[in-house]
Structures are given as C-alpha cells and as structure tokens.
C-alpha cells in the first residue's frame, strides 16, 4: 500500500462548479499535512497547509481527519487557471515529505 | 534571482554513463531534497539533508545514487551506470526554519 494515495482523476469540470479531492495516508504518525499544486512541465508549489482545525484560502479549504487518516481539498467556483495536477502531500518522520500521485483537474470552458 | 537552482536543465545520456546534477538551494536554507518524477506520478523521495548531514536515503535509492552536499550549501546527485530506467525529472527543493518546500525546476534527464 502507498503511503500517500489519490484518485489520479482526470476531473473535468465546468467553469464555476465546486470539486472536492481527497487523500489519504497510512502513516497514523503523520504530523504535517499539504497540498501543492504542478502545473504542465513545472515544478510543484505549495497551495497550502492543512490544519487539524481545518483551513481556508479565498475559494480553497481544507480538511484534516486524523481518525480516518484522509485529507480533502474544496475548491469553490472553478477557475480555467485552477487547471493542474493537485498533490497531496504528508510527512512521514519530522521532515520527510512524501507526495502523493497527484490529482489532474482540467477546468471547462 | 533567489529560489533554487538547478543544473542543467536537460541531460542526455547513453546508458552506462556517469551524470551529475547540482542543486542550489535558497541562501538561508537548512535542509535541501531530492525527488525523482516520472510522468503521470507524484514526486518520489530520494534523499534529504539537514546542513551536510545526509539524514535519511530512500531504499529505492540503488547505490549507483549518490548524493553529497559538502558545506551545507549545494548539492549534486550523481548517477553511475545510468539505466534507461532511470529516465524521470530530478527535482530538488529546500525549506528553512518553516515547513513550506521550495522546488527548482529540475532537471529532465533522458537515458538512450
């Protein structure tokens, strides 16, 4: 079993529809949660953290549930520049961080 | 320009040739990464360092890998004996004192 693992999707959507990604993870040691965002031939960058409390950035939240060892990521009105690879990302040890596949959005005109 | 670099951009080889990569990292950053991407996945850890301290070694790493990072500033990957295999993007990246990643853009290396 990986580590790390995401639906690969692809999800297409329509411009200003709400799609959720999650994520889950088998290190129950687990401290550090993220989600960076790849787009095309680039390199990953960081979207943002996740927080047990949960957490939300503009139309961007997300959600922790240690219990059931998954993340989630919402992303509200859909924009054609939300189109990326969405990766999941957790630490495995203190700063060892281990990226999930990665989850293809494609958003519609 | 202050985010990481990484050289070259593009590597091609002929199998059973040696390559080497250099990372270097943002100034003030205390552990630098490598990660290995091929297409469709996410990136797969290979190593990391705090300062020249090479703390953990991914046992996907075979021992033709390896990697040093010598005064705790850049660092280079060298691959001896390249296998068509081991074709992938080579990502690098570096934090400091939070727990954000900073990548370079990688270097794309082809295996013939």
């Known amino acids: 079993r990986k580590e790390v693992e995401q639906d690969p999707g692809p999800f297409n959507v329509p411009e200003g529809a709400t799609v959720a990604f999650n994520c889950t993870y088998s290190?129950?040691?687990?401290?550090?949660f993220f989600w960076y965002r790849q787009d095309c031939r680039k390199e990953p960058k960081l979207l943002m953290s996740?927080?047990?409390s949960g957490n939300e950035d503009g139309r961007f939240t997300a959600q922790l549930n240690r219990a059931s060892q998954y993340i989630s990521l919402l992303i509200r009105d859909s924009k054609l520049s939300d189109s990326a690879t969405y990766l999941c990302?957790?630490?495995?040890?203190?700063?060892?961080?281990?990226f999930g596949t990665g989850t293809r959005l494609k958003v519609l005109a | 320009d202050t985010g990481v670099s990484q050289n070259p951009r593009h590597k091609i080889t002929k199998r059973g040739q040696n390559v080497t990569f250099r990372c270097d990292p943002i100034?003030?950053?205390?552990?630098l990464y490598w990660y290995r991407q091929t297409l469709g996945q996410g990136p797969e850890f290979l190593t990391y360092?705090?300062?020249?301290?090479?703390?953990?070694k991914s046992r996907l790493l075979s021992d033709r890998f390896s990697a040093e990072r010598p005064k705790g500033s850049f660092s280079t990957l060298e691959i001896q004996r390249t296998e068509q295999g081991d074709s992938a993007m080579y990502l690098c990246?570096?934090?400091?004192?939070?727990?954000?990643?900073?990548f370079g853009p990688g270097t794309r290396l082809t295996v013939l």
């Open positions: 290190n129950s040691a687990s401290q550090s």
């Open positions: 990302v957790v630490t495995s040890g203190t700063y060892k961080y281990i």
């Open positions: 100034s003030e950053h205390n552990r």
């Open positions: 990246a570096s934090s400091g004192t939070g727990t954000d990643l900073y």
């Open positions: 360092f705090q300062n020249e301290a090479q703390l953990e």
């Open positions: 996740v927080y047990s």
